[in-house]
């Protein structure tokens, strides 16, 4: 079982940055795979990049160059470094973590946090 902790979500202007983080309740190292996901009223959850163990990373196209994940072993946390953001970055974005352990895949979400992108 992993519990995840998102912060740093918060109202921003057109053009600025955020970073969000994702606090893991125990070790990320053996985690296969972690992301960010957001999503919109009356929209599906969407990918918005992903992180796996070995450190390979891929984005959505509407956030490449702009956005980037990475991930901090040691202190069991994911951030996304949101840099020259849009109002339709507009969204609660919730972090993952897909884990496969020998019963199965298993995945965890975190609560959310909101990003208010202002034009």
């Known amino acids: 079982q992993v519990q995840l902790v998102e912060s740093g979500g918060g109202l921003v202007q057109a053009g600025g940055s955020l970073r969000l983080s994702c606090a893991a309740s125990?070790?990320?190292?053996?985690?296969?795979?972690m992301g960010w996901y957001r999503q919109t009223p009356g929209k599906q959850r969407e990918l918005v990049a992903v992180?796996?163990?070995?450190?390979?990373?891929d984005y959505a196209d509407s956030v490449k160059g702009r956005f980037t994940i990475s991930r901090d072993n040691a202190e069991n946390t994911v951030y996304l470094q949101m840099n020259s953001l849009k109002p339709e970055d507009t969204a609660v974005y919730y972090c993952?973590?897909?884990?496969?352990?020998?019963?199965?895949?298993?995945?965890?979400w975190g609560q959310g946090t909101q990003v208010t992108v202002s034009s």
């Open positions: 125990k070790s990320i190292f053996s985690i296969n795979a």
């Open positions: 992180i796996t163990r070995g450190g390979s990373t």
């Open positions: 993952h973590a897909l884990e496969r352990l020998s019963g199965g895949l298993y995945d965890y």
